[in-house]
């Protein structure tokens, strides 16, 4: 029996190749052959400035508001019915609810679209609560939103099992003073290494 954090998106959700691929996947639907390196240009830009480089560079017909509601409702339905989980984790979550485990959720996902994921792949009901930063108005860059995550689960940090796979979230749990227990996600490859040198346990298929 655990106290854990888990972490959504790249740790239990396998949704971290979407947000990578997002511009593509967009582009394509709307019939648009996507730049070579459009992973690159668009990944520092927000929704608003992917949408004005899509209309501006790429002839994209509409207003910057009208594909940043058509790209929310891509996110939206894969959310809601395409996403499926990574290898072992559904597994994982269920054996850990089994054995009595008290988890919840912290994901920078909005919650409508963390729960629907949940609740549609069968582990939603494990779960306490699902907590997002805006809810907790912290950020998961600071140690903060872990020690509030705690304090609402009535945890000591010292005794709470955080699952992450983003470096910047791993070091603010671990600064909280929480076990890390890091998950391998590709899109997080660059970063694996210091991940690995801060984390109590690994999880890599």
């Not at 070579?36 to 209309?55: P, Q, S």
């Not at 054996?95 to 069968?122: F, H, P, Q, W």
């Not at 705690?150 to 979230?169: K, Q, R």
Request: glycine fraction near 6%; charge should be negative.
């Amino acid at each position: 029996m655990k106290n854990i954090i888990f972490d959504m998106d790249g740790t239990l959700l396998d949704s971290m190749g979407m947000w990578e691929n997002l511009g593509t996947i967009y582009l394509k639907s709307r019939n648009i052959t996507p730049p070579d390196d459009i992973k690159e240009i668009i990944e520092a830009k927000t929704l608003d400035e992917a949408a004005e480089y899509f209309i501006n560079e790429l002839h994209l017909e509409g207003t910057v508001k009208q594909v940043v509601s058509e790209i929310v409702g891509i996110i939206r339905d894969k959310y809601f019915n395409e996403l499926g989980m990574k290898p072992g984790m559904k597994e994982l979550v269920l054996s850990e609810y089994a054995d009595g485990s008290k988890m919840c959720i912290l994901t920078t996902t909005a919650r409508e679209l963390a729960v629907a994921a949940l609740k549609r792949n069968g582990i939603l009901h494990c779960f306490t609560d699902v907590y997002t930063p805006e809810q907790l108005k912290l950020s998961k860059r600071t140690p903060e939103i872990f020690l509030k995550t705690c304090e609402i689960m009535g945890f000591e940090p010292s005794e709470t099992y955080v699952y992450e796979d983003a470096l910047y979230a791993a070091k603010s749990a671990k600064a909280a003073g929480c076990k890390l227990v890091a998950v391998y996600d590709n899109m997080q490859r660059n970063d694996w290494s210091e991940i690995e040198s801060l984390a109590d346990e690994i999880i890599k298929d």
